[in-house]
């Protein structure tokens, strides 16, 4: 039997947290309809196991569970990690000219490729920390690493991501 209580405590601590587990999971899948099926199954997990949350950080719980599921999902369904490239929608924005839009929007999708290109342990940390805006001890928490680990695989990754941006930036002005 449900508990109300447990129910609204529930929505009250995971709910406010399912646009970044939708951006984690769309990461770290590279689609989008995965990604929102995974999220829906990594809630399912999450209300099951509700009672062992003990109000700790209720939006590293819930990534932790997102992660899981997404690299279980990905072991079940793909041997290797590709992610595929679709392209950033711009929104409506009336002060730059079309020139702009077309330099920023290329900058978009060259950033979203190169962090694509990452390999799933570095385009993780980066995107939990980057996008999410998580603090290392957090990310740590969701990962299960050290957080010694995370910052190396951080710089790492920003170290990677700036070579992979200033190589492309070469090759067209080549």
Known sequence: MKHPDRSARFDAILLPHLDAAY???RWLLGNSQDAEDTVQEAYLRALTYFDSFHGEDGRAWLLAIVRNTCFEWLHKNRRHVEMPVEHLELAPDAAPSPE?????????VAIQRAVEALPPEF???????????????????VTKMPIGTVMSRLARARRRLLESLTSAARKETA
């Open 23 to 25: 951006n984690l999971a």
């Open 123 to 141: 385009r993780e940390v980066l995107v939990l920390r980057e996008m999410e805006e998580m603090s290392y001890k957090q990310i740590a928490r």
């Open 100 to 108: 702009a839009l077309q330099l920023r929007n290329a900058d978009r």
